[in-house]
């Protein structure tokens, strides 16, 4: 009889509340419950979405999963590893093993810096030349030059800042990327390239992804499972072909019915010459 693999996320009855100012004097603060007792488990090699709502959780979720923030109870385990219980130094270096790629491409590069120090970000290693080398290498796995490690953010398209950011992401080769709403501020015609870009990158690497998104086309171009969040709770979860082809739960279909007409990010979508690698 063979074993189960240990999840490579798991998330065991997290909650996270967050107080918020007080509206007078003499009122208690007001408190507002994001997550509401969330489990979960992502494995190696998997694509996990989540959908719902704005306010439904989603990225409250990516980002107790990073351990950007402790739940309020709860665990979140990487690996095994409790994240909220670990020295500052043990989670720098579980930190190698997952990475986000954020929702903005220009917010989320400094203008400041060139790409090469940008990409190298949350990498560290003993002599420049392994670091240049580490950075021309995933430049080319986004299909971006390795001679574009001395430009900077302004002199690049909004399609090539996020192949950047996954790039950066990529750098120190890890298990996990947690992806929030990574092509929604990306023009229609070069988002379909970003997603093809995710799924080449898990083929080649073998990463696992956490996918946030409003788009249900997205989740289902590119992931394997779905949880559909509802007021901080999982409501629904399953392969995304059963969830978006027959939903069991009110609000997913009610999610897909308000969705437009249900179509995945063509692989064909023409690309601009700004877009395409050069």
Same mark, same amino acid.
Request: glycine share 6%; charged share 25%.
């Given at each position: ?51 719902? &709502?704005?306010?439904? %959780? ?6 107790? @999963?990073? /351990? *950007? ?6 665990? $979140? ?77 302004? &002199?690049?398209?909004? %399609? ?6 996954? @790039?950066? /992401? *990529? ?6 990327? $947690? ?91 023409? /690309? ?7």
């Amino acid at each position: 009889m063979t074993e189960t693999a240990p999840p490579l996320l798991a998330l065991h009855e997290v909650t996270r509340r967050y107080t918020l100012p007080r509206e007078s004097l003499f009122s208690p603060a007001p408190v507002v419950d994001a997550l509401r007792g969330v489990s979960l488990e992502l494995h190696a090699g998997r694509s996990l979405g989540v959908v719902g &709502e704005s306010g439904s %959780g989603k990225s409250t979720l990516a980002r107790l @999963a990073m /351990a *950007l923030e402790a739940p309020s109870s709860g665990r $979140v385990e990487f690996m095994g590893q409790d994240l909220s219980r670990l020295p500052a130094a043990e989670l720098r270096a579980a930190r190698r093993g997952f990475q986000m790629v954020f929702q903005d491409p220009y917010g989320s590069l400094d203008p400041r810096q060139t790409i090469g120090r940008i990409v190298a970000e949350p990498l560290t290693l003993a002599g420049d030349t392994q670091r240049d080398s580490a950075v021309a290498e995933v430049l080319d796995a986004v299909g971006l030059r390795a001679a574009d490690a001395s430009k900077y953010p302004h &002199e690049f398209s909004g %399609g090539q800042r996020q192949r950047i950011a996954i @790039a950066r /992401a *990529l750098i120190t080769k890890p298990r996990l990327i $947690v992806a929030d709403e990574p092509v929604s501020a990306l023009d229609v015609s070069v988002q379909a390239q970003v997603l093809n870009l995710l799924i080449e990158l898990q083929q080649r690497y073998g990463v696992t992804y956490l996918l946030i998104s409003h788009d249900l086309a997205v989740i289902d171009h590119v992931c394997d499972e779905v949880v559909v969040m509802q007021h901080g709770r999982i409501v629904e979860r399953g392969d995304s072909a059963r969830i978006f082809r027959a939903p069991q739960h009110a609000y997913t279909r009610a999610l897909i019915d308000a969705h437009e007409p249900f179509e995945p990010p063509s692989a064909t979508v023409a /690309a601009t010459s700004e877009e395409l690698p050069r």
